[in-house]
C-alpha cells in the first residue's frame, strides 16, 4: 500500500511538496496537477501581479498554488466546479483575495479581449482545445507577449501514425484517446496560427511514473478509489511509459497580433 509520504518528493518536485498530500486528495479530479503545473512552469516566466486566466481549474488545486508560489492574481474558471464550491476551496486556502472563481464554459468565456498575463490549462485543454479554431479564439484574451502554458495527456506517437489507439488504452479511455497528442504535434498546431511563438513542448520526463503513483495513492487512500483509479493503474502498467504521458507546451503571444475579431 502507497503511503502520503510518497507524494512528497522535494527532489523532484520543491514547491509541490510543501502541500499537505491529503488536501491534495481531497481535490483529486486526474492525475496530481501540482507535479505538472510546477514543471511546466519553469518554461512560463511567471511574474507576481500577473493577471493569470487557469483554464478548467477544477477545485482549485492549480490556482491556489498560482496564487502562492508565484504571487499572480488568479482568475480560475471550469465548467464542472460550481464557483462558490472552488470560492471556499480559495478561502479555506487563505487566498481568497487573489483568486477569483468563475464558472465558464471554454468556448464563451466572458472576459475582455486582452485582459490576461498569461493563460494556463493543466489536465484541461485535451478536452477543448484540440479544434483548429481553439488557439485564435483564445489568443483574443491574451496581451500581445503573453504566454500560454498546458499540461495535457500526451502519446509518444499519434494515433494516425499508429494506426489505432492502442488497446490498452482504448480499453480505459477510448476514442477520448484521439485528443491526446504528441508536443510536437501541439507545436505544430500552435505555431501555424503565427499568433505565438512556441517557447518550448516536451514530453515531461517520466511523467506516466508520476501518474501512476498518484493513481496507485487515490486508490489506497480515496473513498472509492480503487474502482475509479484501478482502471487508469492497468493501463499505465501496462502501457511502461512506451506510448503515455504528457505534453507541456509554452508559447508567447506575437507583439505585432492585433486583437482578434
Known amino acids: 500500500m502507497t503511503s502520503l509520504d510518497d507524494l512528497i518528493r522535494p527532489d523532484r518536485y520543491p514547491r509541490s511538496s510543501r502541500y499537505d498530500p491529503a488536501w491534495l486528495l481531497e481535490l483529486d479530479m486526474g492525475p496530481?496537477?501540482?507535479?505538472?503545473?510546477?514543471?511546466?512552469a519553469q518554461d512560463l516566466d511567471l511574474r507576481p501581479g500577473m493577471r493569470v486566466l487557469d483554464l478548467g481549474s477544477g477545485?482549485?488545486?492549480?490556482?491556489?498554488?498560482?496564487?502562492?508560489e508565484f504571487g499572480v492574481q488568479v482568475v480560475a474558471a471550469d465548467w464542472w466546479i460550481t464557483a462558490e464550491e472552488a470560492a471556499a476551496v480559495?478561502?479555506?486556502?487563505?487566498?481568497?483575495?487573489?483568486?477569483?472563481?468563475?464558472?465558464t464554459e471554454a468556448h464563451v468565456l466572458p472576459f475582455e479581449a486582452e485582459s490576461f498575463d498569461a493563460v494556463v490549462s493543466i489536465d484541461a485543454f485535451e478536452y477543448f482545445g484540440t479544434a483548429d479554431g481553439y488557439l485564435p479564439y483564445l489568443a483574443r484574451f491574451?496581451?500581445?507577449?503573453?504566454?500560454?502554458?498546458?499540461?495535457?495527456?500526451?502519446?509518444?506517437h499519434e494515433v494516425r501514425e499508429l494506426g489505432a489507439i492502442?488497446?490498452?488504452?482504448?480499453?480505459?479511455?477510448?476514442?477520448?484517446?484521439?485528443a491526446w497528442h504528441t508536443a510536437e504535434w501541439w507545436r505544430?498546431?500552435?505555431?501555424?496560427?503565427?499568433l505565438v511563438t512556441v517557447t518550448s513542448a516536451r514530453l515531461q520526463e517520466d511523467g506516466w511514473r508520476d501518474w501512476l503513483l498518484w493513481s496507485r495513492t487515490c486508490a489506497d487512500h480515496r473513498p472509492?478509489?480503487?474502482?475509479?483509479?484501478?482502471?487508469?493503474?492497468?493501463?499505465?502498467?501496462?502501457?511502461?511509459?512506451?506510448?503515455?504521458?504528457?505534453?507541456?507546451?509554452?508559447a508567447r503571444k506575437n507583439q505585432a497580433v492585433g486583437r482578434t475579431p
Open 32 to 40: 496530481n496537477p501540482l507535479w505538472l503545473l510546477e514543471d511546466l
Open 142 to 156: 491574451l496581451r500581445p507577449g503573453g504566454r500560454l502554458g498546458i499540461a495535457t495527456p500526451a502519446m509518444t
Open 90 to 103: 480559495f478561502t479555506e486556502a487563505g487566498v481568497g483575495d487573489r483568486v477569483e472563481a468563475v464558472r
Open 224 to 250: 472509492d478509489g480503487r474502482a475509479s483509479n484501478q482502471p487508469v493503474i492497468d493501463m499505465l502498467t501496462a502501457d511502461g511509459g512506451e506510448f503515455l504521458g504528457f505534453a507541456l507546451v509554452t
Open 188 to 194: 505544430f498546431q500552435w505555431e501555424i496560427t503565427e
Open 59 to 68: 477545485k482549485g488545486a492549480t490556482s491556489v498554488f498560482l496564487a502562492r
Open 166 to 178: 492502442p488497446s490498452h488504452v482504448k480499453a480505459v479511455v477510448g476514442w477520448e484517446a484521439l
